[in-house]
């Protein structure tokens, strides 16, 4: 029995990694390795509770969930003049015929918003999260989700400025 939980477990690890990876490199601004970081932090945690998966009902929400709140302890650890340096990766082709400059430009954009407005952008625009599945997963009210969008988008308005019209006229 115990073999058939650490393949059921290896299976899961598998098959969400890169889900969870694009997620963290979302949440970590692209620091890939903030975002390996993470992911394995995540896969770790849920190793854990793996015996007890069964009693929930969806364990990749569950890993989502666990992913954001490493996240957020992380950026409640670090220093406050510690700032991540480097290039974003090159990741070639987007897929679905997304534009490249576009993708970066809005990564660059959200590495400037604070660790929470970060968050919650991801969880309700990247994972497609209602409010009440995001303040689950931050552990906040239904309402500071929905306020914390509100500013957060504006936040990136005001920081994207016109750049973003010339994308959408490509």
Not at 76 to 102: K, M, Q, Y
Not at 117 to 123: E, G, M, S, Y
Request: aromatic share 6%; net charge positive.
């Amino acid at each position: 029995m115990r073999q058939g939980r650490r393949d059921g477990y290896r299976e899961f690890a598998a098959g969400r990694s890169g889900h969870l990876y694009r997620s963290a490199c979302l949440l970590a601004s692209g620091d890939t390795h903030l975002a390996e970081d993470l992911v394995q932090e995540t896969l770790g945690r849920m190793y854990l509770v793996w015996g007890r998966i069964s009693r929930i009902d969806n364990p990749a929400a569950y890993a989502q969930t666990v992913l954001v709140r490493a996240f957020l302890t992380h950026q409640r650890r670090r220093s406050a003049g510690e700032r991540p340096v480097g290039e974003f990766p090159d990741t070639g082709a987007a897929a679905g015929g997304a534009d490249p400059a576009l993708r970066l430009t809005l990564i660059e954009a959200l590495g400037r918003l604070a660790p929470k407005d970060r968050a919650v952008l991801v969880l309700r625009y990247w994972e497609d999260r209602s409010v009440e599945e995001t303040a689950d997963a931050m552990n906040v009210s239904s309402a500071a989700v929905r306020t914390r969008t509100s500013r957060a988008l504006a936040r990136l308005r005001e920081q994207l400025g016109g750049s973003l019209a010339e994308f959408a006229e490509l």
